[in-house]
């Protein structure tokens, strides 16, 4: 036990003056890496109430913001969970007097009495109390409930779930249950916390408030903006290439200047070659998070990702199938349980996509006009 380690206590004995803060305000924060080994033999020593320290760890290979949690004897506990370190590390490097005692205010055990979750209160000045909720950190999920309510999942602090939750209230929206999520999402993640929504409140309702009150939106629709933005910047550089290229080619200039104009040629291929295997590279994965639903069939990544010119008119597509598991305009493909859909992939409708529903998943085959035979043959396989 360690409780008679208390820098909380009114007259700290082992520790300087003027470590401590007179007028402060509460955070709460969570700590992980709670079941490592090393760390789980530790945990039965501590109690409700015993204080603890956190420590700045600038030379963690994984996070610059990593702050660790250590006990009086210098164990190390865990670390203050990552999205919250990522606001409060910054905020404590602009306060470098300020307190880093921590008090264990809250303790889960499993079944065993081994501990599952743990969090502790932080008394802060209030300048690093504001910093760290001037723009709270929020990720968050909307799926339909069983019984036909939503269920909003919440991945966040203590304080700004809170935050959440009052400003529904003053939105009219009145969740009818909140509690801690220990059900897995649809996307395969764990989320912190949820509310149960009436569904008389529409999914785009709830996004709104979202966007408006905190400018957050979820997850994947960050990740298909963030591949939208990719698929953008690597159109625009081509152009940007291609211009370039008819205007040298309509130069008459003496050899210096066109050996000035290979070079810069030359680099600009480079760097155009570099994105394109850096996109090559993440597009399955990014693919995956923008479509959780599709399953891709044959060697559909091979042609989305070399074949095609232009995969813009097909992103869209294929994101509008993931939501919707249906496409306008799509036609049975004769002797298969397969639809089709032509597309463009830079030249007039060149492109096939292929798709049937099973399961709530959606199988989608990628092709184009010239391979359109083998494609078939593959389907009614």
């Known amino acids: 036990m360690f409780n008679n380690w208390n820098p909380f206590a009114p007259k700290p004995h082992s520790f300087k003056q ?14 992980a890496g709670l079941a490592y080994k090393e760390n789980s033999a530790l945990l039965p020593n501590y109690r409700l109430g015993d204080c603890l320290k956190i420590e700045p760890d600038p030379q963690n290979p994984k996070d610059e913001n990593a702050l660790k949690v250590m006990d009086a004897r210098g164990n190390q506990v865990g670390f203050i969970e990552r999205t919250m370190a990522a606001r409060l590390a910054p905020a404590l490097r602009k306060e470098p007097h300020a307190s880093l005692y921590v008090k264990i205010t809250e303790l889960h055990r499993d079944a065993d009495g081994s501990c599952g979750g743990m969090k502790l209160s932080f008394m802060c000045s209030k300048q690093v109390y504001e910093a760290f909720l001037n723009k709270p950190f929020i990720d968050f999920r909307i799926e339909q409930g069983e019984e036909g309510y939503l269920r909003l999942l919440m991945e966040c602090s203590d304080n700004a779930f809170l935050a959440v939750y ?27 916390r949820y509310l149960r929504i009436s569904s008389e409140h529409s999914e785009e309702s709830i996004l709104e408030f979202f966007k408006e009150e905190f400018d957050s939106v979820p997850q994947e629709r960050k990740n298909e903006e963030f591949l939208d933005q990719l698929v953008e910047e690597q159109q625009h550089e081509k152009e940007t290439y291609e ?12 050899l210096r200047k066109q050996l000035q104009a290979k070079t810069r040629k030359a680099n600009e291929n480079d760097r155009l070659k570099s994105a394109a ?30 074949e095609l010119t232009d995969q813009s008119s097909l992103l869209g597509l294929l994101t509008s199938l993931n939501r919707d598991k249906q496409l306008p305009n799509s036609k049975r493909v ?12 830079g030249q007039s409708n060149d492109g096939r996509l292929y798709f049937h529903v099973e399961d709530d998943s959606v199988h989608v085959l990628i092709g184009k006009k010239q391979t359109q035979k083998k494609d078939i043959e593959y389907l009614k396989n």
Not at 285 to 303: A, C, K, R, Y
Not at 334 to 345: I, Y
């Open 243 to 254: 211009q370039s290229n008819d205007e040298l080619q309509k130069e008459n200039i003496s």
């Open 277 to 306: 295997a850096f996109l090559h590279e993440k597009f399955p994965e990014l693919i995956q998070l923008m479509l959780p639903s599709t399953e891709f069939e044959g060697n559909s990544f091979d042609v989305l990702t070399k």
């Open 18 to 31: 003027g470590l401590f803060v007179e007028q402060s305000d509460q955070l709460i924060l969570r700590v």
């Open 334 to 345: 004769a002797g298969t349980k397969w639809l089709e859909v032509r597309f463009s992939s």
């Open 166 to 192: 009052k400003r529904l209230l003053q939105r009219g929206i009145k969740p009818d249950h909140r509690g801690t999520s220990y059900k897995l999402a649809e996307d395969g993640r764990l989320y912190d």
